[in-house]
């Protein structure tokens, strides 16, 4: 994933465009721009600390 007008470029290298906020990969963890910094922080605590840590911080957050 990245900023939407980058589709085309990844995919003209052989990449493969994710049109989505965040997607947890193997080793890397990307995000489509600022707009998604919230889930990308999410993801990275899911990463680190686990699914029941980031649905702690939702719910404290009230974030659905």
Do not use: C, W
């Not at 939407?4 to 193997?26: S, T, W």
């Not at 600022?34 to 939702?58: C, D, M, Q, W, Y």
Request: charged share 25%; no cysteine; proline share 5%.
């Amino acid at each position: 994933t990245g900023y939407p007008f980058l589709k085309e470029n990844f995919e003209q290298i052989g990449g493969i465009y994710f049109d989505a906020a965040v997607v947890d990969g193997n080793h890397l963890i990307p995000s489509k721009g600022p707009g998604t910094t919230l889930e990308f922080a999410l993801a990275i605590v899911r990463k680190a600390k686990g699914s029941e840590t980031e649905k702690a911080l939702r719910e404290g957050m009230v974030i659905s």
